[in-house]
């Protein structure tokens, strides 16, 4: 995508990371720091692709904080 580097079929760099206000909330009712999901986004392992999304492509990445598992759409 425009604001990712996207390595298949693993990894993705981010310039930059903006959260929706959804995800804000979830984070917030999951006990998740901003800090772990950008440590997701680059050391995450892309489970899933979504090529036909809108306005771009999506991504499925699983990761792990605090040995449980976190999945997040990108």
């Known amino acids: 995508t425009g604001l990712c580097n996207v390595k298949f079929p693993s990894t993705m760099r981010c310039k930059t990371v903006r959260f929706t206000n959804h995800a804000l ?9 901003p800090s ?18 809108k306005p771009e492509p999506s991504f499925l990445i699983l990761g792990w ?3 449980k598992p976190l999945h997040l759409v990108v």
């Open 25 to 33: 909330n979830r984070m917030e009712e999951r006990d998740v720091l």
């Open 36 to 53: 772990e999901v950008k440590a997701v986004i680059e050391k995450g392992e892309i489970i899933n692709q979504y090529p036909d999304d």
């Open 65 to 67: 904080i605090r040995h």
